[in-house]
C-alpha cells in the first residue's frame, strides 16, 4: 500500500508561480511511475503531467508544457511539479498518483492516489 499527500497549492495571481509537493509512504515508491492530475468544478479529471519510476521519462499535457516542471526525489519520497506563468484555467484541485500505467495519461491505471490540492490562480 502507498499512500500519497499533496501539498503546496494555494491562492496566486496570474503568472505567479507555485510548488506542489507529493509525499509518499508505504510501500517503496521508487518502484512506481507517478503523476499529476487535475479536476476543474464541473469538469472530469484531466492529465497534468508525468514521471518515470527512474525520473527518466516525463510527459506533459499541451496545456501545460513549458510552464510547468514535474521531478522527483526518490531519496526523499517525493514528487513535485512546479508551476510557472499560471492561468486561471489552471484553476483545480491537483492530485499526485502513483501505479504502474501502460500510457502515462491514463487515470483510471493509477493504483494510488492523494487527496489532493487546491490551486486558484485569481485574474
Known amino acids: 500500500q502507498v499512500q500519497l499527500v499533496e501539498s503546496g497549492g494555494g491562492l496566486v495571481q496570474a503568472g505567479g508561480s507555485l510548488r506542489l509537493s507529493c509525499a509518499a509512504s508505504g510501500r517503496t515508491v521508487s518502484r512506481y511511475d507517478m503523476g499529476w492530475f487535475r479536476q476543474a468544478p464541473g469538469k472530469e479529471r484531466e492529465f497534468v503531467a508525468a514521471i518515470s519510476w527512474s525520473g527518466g521519462n516525463t510527459l506533459y499535457a499541451d496545456s501545460v508544457k513549458g510552464r510547468f516542471t514535474i521531478s522527483r526525489d526518490n531519496a526523499m519520497n517525493l514528487m513535485y511539479l512546479k508551476m510557472n506563468s499560471l492561468k486561471p484555467e489552471d484553476t483545480a484541485v491537483y492530485y499526485c498518483?502513483?501505479?504502474?500505467?501502460?500510457?502515462?495519461?491514463?487515470?483510471?491505471?493509477?493504483?494510488?492516489w492523494g487527496q489532493g490540492t487546491q490551486v486558484t490562480v485569481s485574474s
Open positions: 498518483a502513483a501505479g504502474r500505467p501502460a500510457r502515462f495519461a491514463n487515470y483510471a491505471a493509477y493504483e494510488y
